[in-house]
């Protein structure tokens, strides 16, 4: 009778190879255990402290934001500045909770999102407030037609500056954080965190000046200033702003799915995002001036196609990161990195969302619970990333770190899959037929239906969800050879030697000192 513990020290599967060609070629050599950790090409010298880079980035925007709180709140007065802050921070949860949710599939890391809407906020908001201001006075000293110079100022000064302003934060996100920005839903997300931050400062500034023309005039109520601007710009138009950087975003969107060898395509897609913006936004400013009905007529014929159409485009992009998944995973579940069950699971959000409650439901008490829906959530979102990755790379999309991006979204998917991988196996099952869900109830990961993890724990038979190789072939037409299953009993995390029927492997979470091999929260 075999020792159980040498059952549980089997090497990982192999990784499945892209193109037809030896895995060695395409990978190198695997690095060791303890040495897997990806770090990408830097270039410079002093931005090789990341605490330098944090710090200076953190003071630029804090200098910014107070510079332009002084400035709005010097054109506003202090109680018009309150009154402005109060209403203009209405939409902001909104517009934030419907750009998280478009970004659930493969969630960004916040930081990125934080700086877009600082950046938004305090830089560009400074940058548009100066140069706007300037460019009129000259063009008003120039014509001596101040009437003029202000819808000049409106129509071509803003638009241009407002959105190239604006576009530096997603170009910035591009090119110091490319890893995170893979496609046209980080495009349009940064984008929108963005435009948000700067439509913030921009409505305080023109609430906060029709409040203080109320106060000279007298006037309240609904026929008041303050309400028909509120009413224009917070009820019919609050999607104005990330509306016109959004195009921008999806330039930078369809750049970073490009192949690397169209550098013409790369350059060209975000110019073009931008020129659109601006042309966009210059319309909508220069709407007033086409007559009593533009406004209206803009809006109606212009506005709110061009938003439904984006909006279209977004859900569409959305969906197609789920088809991507459905397509790229089948390939790592065929070499035994992932049971059958899973790409299929991690295609469907109703089967994300009820993996996560299983991990939580299944485990003794509520921190464990939290944490184990934690290790599901970064599970998928590390997945993500690899069917991105390798979706990418078969467009020749990807650098040549891509091996080593590889190995370590597998090792990451590795560390957690004691976890994840019962939890979104039985989540495939449940969302395969509505009345299942009916009779879902807690179930411990080795419970006797079967759901443990793997063969020869001793846990209770298994039905054909344990962590072995997979017993059949990724679907034809991936455009890769498909892998054949690996002969060896089923693969367990590094240093694993005994079955774990409850909570994540050994070195990660519930009071384990550090993870192992420079474990990192998902980006």
Known sequence: MSDPSVQHHQARPAVPVLHEQRLDEVLGAAPEPGRERYRPHRVGMVWRSKAFRVGAVAVA??????IILALVREQTGTEGFLVGLGLAVLPVPLLMAAFRWLDRVEPGPWRNLLFSFAWGACAAALVAIIANSFAT????TATADPASADTLGATVIAPVVEESAKAAAVLLIFLFRRREFSGVVDGIVVAGFTATGFAFTENILYLGNAFGEDQQLGSSGLASVTAGTFFVRIVMSPFAHPLFTVLTGLGFGF????????????IALPLLGLALA??????????????PYGFYAVYGIVMVPAFGLVTWLAIWSRQRELRTLAAELPAYAAAGWLTPAEPSALSSMRARGVARDLARHWQQDRIRGRAAARAVAEYESFATSLAGLRRRARHGAVGPD???????????????????????THAA???????????????????????????????GPRHGYGYGPAPWSPPPGHGHPQPQPQPQPQPQPYGQQHAQPYGPPPGYGYGAPHPPHGHRRPH
């Open 255 to 266: 750049a970073a799915v490009s192949a690397r060898d169209h550098r013409v395509r790369r």
């Open 278 to 291: 601006m042309g966009l936004h210059a319309l909508w400013n220069g709407s007033s001036s086409l007559g």
């Open 429 to 459: 099952r449940l969302t395969s037929r509505p009345e299942a869900h009916r009779n879902l109830a807690p179930t411990p990961y080795a419970s006797s239906h079967g759901y443990g993890s793997g063969a020869g724990n001793g846990h």
């Open 137 to 140: 006075r000259w063009i008003a």
């Open 402 to 424: 891509f091996g080593a991006r590889e190995r370590e979204l597998l090792h990451h998917l590795w560390q957690r899959r004691e976890i994840a991988a019962p939890a979104l």
């Open 61 to 66: 925007l804090l200098l910014c934001g107070l």
